[in-house]
């Protein structure tokens, strides 16, 4: 069975969410990533200000609570410009460069070709259900995502039923596949000892 799909706009937002950091904060505050971001800039040193006023102002303990949050803002801030600004960059060029475009892929009994890319079923860990989505784990690092209506998903289905190695899965609520490899690799290795 042949499958092309475009990605759309809404359809690349959904992935970005569930490859990207954005999946550790399940709310933006202030509604705006970048706004929320702006804020963080403008309190830290504001917090370390207050810290001092209060410490003159012999408020030990509210003192030590607004050091904290500035120390705790500092780091956030350098974390964010050296790791996790460069792996959403990363994870943009991914969603609207790689996966973003046209993909097609043939299902067969043999296995996947996607992309001009042969996969075969036995390199296949998991496969995950969720929305329109499609997501096979191989490699136990890599996945692919394929866009799949109803029809195709009942197709793919009955072929992986015949494979007893790969664990197939019905997500119904969002989820980010970086925690979830990094879940399946812990149970991986307490199943293993």
Request: proline content about 2%.
């Amino acid at each position: 069975m042949k499958i092309s799909r475009r990605f759309s706009e809404d359809d690349k937002k959904k992935l970005e969410h569930m490859i990207s950091l954005q999946f550790y904060m399940p709310y933006v505050p202030l509604g705006n990533r970048k706004l929320a971001h702006k804020v963080i800039y403008i309190l830290t040193p504001i917090l370390y200000i207050l810290s001092i006023c209060l410490f003159v102002l012999r408020q030990y303990v509210m003192f030590a609570a607004e050091l904290t949050g500035g120390i705790l803002s500092t780091v956030w801030i350098i974390w964010y410009q050296r790791v996790g600004k460069k792996f959403e960059e990363r994870v943009h060029k991914v969603v609207y460069e790689d996966i973003g475009g046209l993909t097609e892929a043939f299902v067969d009994e043999s296995g996947i070709i996607f992309n001009n890319k042969s996969i075969g079923y036995d390199d296949i860990s998991n496969v995950i259900f969720y929305d329109e989505f499609m997501f096979a784990v191989w490699c136990d690092i890599k996945f692919l995502v394929i866009k799949i209506n109803t029809e195709e998903k009942e197709y793919i289905q009955t072929i992986l039923d015949k494979q007893e190695h790969i664990v197939q899965e019905l997500q119904t609520k969002p989820f980010n596949l970086f925690l979830y490899f990094k879940v399946n690799k812990s149970d991986e290795r307490k199943t293993g000892e």
